[in-house]
């Protein structure tokens, strides 16, 4: 008789379908059926008009993620069907947050615009099969014939035009013989559709606009729908995910594929709810206004939700990705508290980030009895979550700095850190003990006198007697100064955009979403690099700026220790 525990298959088989979301599972069912001949292949298909957010940042990690899983590939193609709003500048942007993210797409990056000559093609053969026509209506008159879901839309008057009429006027168009806005070509589908977008849609607008790649080859340019699933199609894209505001499209994605004829594979759309974030606006609108208007110093500002200023942050990729992991893959729409996301970077960081010490909040402490012109070195832990970071050595010596916070000089019952006769330990330093308190002539206190046990090096008790606290210093005489940018959430509001009436998203802006405070720092902190993470001891994560030099030490805060804003909320 075995040993082994029975295992049963179909048990197992179940358990495995619990853990998979909705669309692993429609992936699993295609490949047990053999469909597109058990290939996996996704897309990422942002526009190039702005740079990415941490919605993108899902997007991402999900179609690069589920390739990875199925052993399947990834196409990274932009969406430049709209050339008054596209720039290089933001293709190279979104390069570089996909690639930081940790994924790399198959072979080259594609675009749509590498289709212009295959859709053009395509939007023929519809006007051949009586599908397609021109339409002189403005874009006023074309919206005012739509109707409303109950009510049916008003047929163009220019709908039953010929077969040769609407070649030889969409070749005016395409020849830039028409003026923009005189006309548009629009799929010939039902007016009386209760789906809206099957309302005889736009496929192309003429646009005299200089293209970032095509140049001025083109006047006329498809409209997404149209380039979207044929673009999808001609890449062999099997799976076509989108966010969940463009399932109401998917009828017009199919459509067109199905009377173009395309044969072959065809891409299938799926839709997951998009992430929405509390305290963000994930408008790329909205995002341009705040960086149009100064409100921030551009889109790398660690305060907006782009991917781009997220790293400027502090953030790690494995953070955002572990992020993207615990909220999953729903179908439906909901708020993700943005502490879930604070949380997964404390995670990253606590396991990754060197201790280092520094004193925002200054308060100069005298250890009376500490040798003068005395200097030693004491050894420092780098990380205690990591075992091979090793350890520093931080200069001390008679006058250092402690955080103002840190003493009370009347404190309450529950306070345990420094007070008048009170000893506490100087982390990795010695006990001291508070013996009198200085104060200006305003009655400001500007220093402690202290005294230190010498037996009780590296903060270790010589004779087993207990304190109840450690505080942080750093040496006054060896102490880096450098600007410490406290950055917090950039919306006092939950909902950003629920704003007051007559008003709009901007006055729910946190007016405290940017201190500047001069740092005392240990010295060590002058070799940082340019994003390298520190956590300053019992105050948070901050790394070096993009701009930190050892001339000007610059440090970003990428996130506190703890979650003040639950406190505040009343959730703790």
């Known amino acids: 008789m075995s040993d082994h525990p029975v295992v049963d ?14 669309i692993e599972l429609m992936i699993e069912e295609d490949l047990k059926n053999g469909k597109n001949n058990g290939r996996v292949h996704t897309r990422f298909p942002p526009e190039p008009n702005g740079y990415l957010h941490i919605g993108h940042a ?54 749509a615009s590498d289709y212009f000559d295959t859709l053009h093609e395509y939007a023929i053969r519809l006007i051949e099969n009586g599908k397609a026509y021109v339409c002189h209506l403005t874009q006023e008159e074309a919206s005012a014939n739509r109707g409303t879901p109950n009510k049916p839309g008003i047929e163009s008057p220019y709908r039953y035009r010929s077969v040769e009429e609407n070649l030889e006027l969409f070749r005016k168009m395409r020849n830039g013989e028409l003026p923009e806005g005189t006309c548009t070509l629009r799929a010939k589908i039902d007016m009386a559709s209760p789906n809206m977008h099957l309302r005889d849609p736009a496929m192309y607008r003429i646009k005299f606009a200089h293209h970032h790649r095509t140049g001025d080859k083109w006047c006329i340019y498809p409209m997404y729908d149209f380039a979207h699933g044929q673009s999808d199609y001609v890449e062999g894209i099997t799976h076509s995910i989108c966010t969940l505001e463009f399932e109401v499209h998917r009828p017009l994605y199919d459509w067109f594929v199905e009377n173009i004829g395309l044969t072959g594979d065809r891409p299938y759309q799926t839709e997951f709810a998009r992430l929405n974030l509390s305290y963000t606006v994930m408008s790329k609108r909205k995002l341009l206004q705040l960086v149009n208007e100064k409100i921030v110093t551009g889109w790398d500002d660690p305060r907006m939700p782009t991917i781009c200023g997220y790293r400027r942050r502090g953030y790690t990729p494995e953070s955002i990705r572990m992020f993207a992991d615990k909220i999953g893959v729903a179908k439906r729409e909901n708020l993700i508290d943005v502490s879930l ?19 925002l909040n200054p308060l100069k402490m005298v250890i009376t009895n500490y040798p003068e012109g005395q200097t030693e070195e004491l050894e420092a832990i780098n990380n205690p979550e990591d075992e091979n970071a090793g350890t520093r050595m931080v200069p001390f010596s008679r006058e250092v700095y402690i955080e103002r916070d840190d003493f009370m000089e009347d404190p309450p019952k529950k306070f345990f850190r420094l007070a008048p006769g009170r000893e506490v330990r100087l982390r990795y330093a010695y ?10 002539n305003d009655g400001n206190i500007v220093a402690l006198h202290c005294t230190y046990d010498p037996e009780s090096k590296g903060g270790k008790s010589p004779d087993g007697r207990s304190v109840k606290a450690t505080i942080h210093w750093v040496s006054a005489e060896h102490a880096v100064k450098a600007e410490v940018r406290l950055y917090d959430r950039l919306f006092v509001s939950p909902n950003p955009d629920d704003a007051e009436e007559g008003k709009d998203f901007k006055s729910n802006l946190n007016p405290d979403s940017l201190k500047l405070v001069t740092g005392l720092l240990e010295p060590s902190l002058l070799k940082a690099t340019p994003g390298e993470k520190y956590q300053f001891e019992r105050i948070g994560y901050f790394c070096a700026d993009k701009d930190f030099t050892p001339e000007k030490p610059v440090f970003n805060r990428t996130v506190s220790l703890k979650d003040t804003w639950a406190k505040v909320s009343g959730q703790m």
Request: charge should be negative; charged fraction near 35%; include cysteine.
């Open 431 to 440: 006990f001291i003990k508070c013996n009198d308190v200085i104060k200006d």
């Open 58 to 111: 899902k997007s991402i990690c999900l179609n690069f993620g589920l390739a990875e899983k199925y052993n399947g590939k990834t196409n990274l193609r932009f969406d430049d069907t709209n050339p008054s709003t596209e720039d290089t500048e933001y293709v190279d942007s979104i390069m570089e947050d996909v690639r930081w993210l940790g994924f790399q797409w198959d072979k080259e990056p594609y675009y």
């Open 341 to 359: 996301l604070e949380h997964c970077i404390r995670e990253d960081l606590n396991k990754k980030a060197n201790r280092a010490l520094a004193v």
């Open 9 to 22: 298959a179909n048990a197992a088989s179940e358990e495995k379908k619990k853990s998979l979301n909705f």
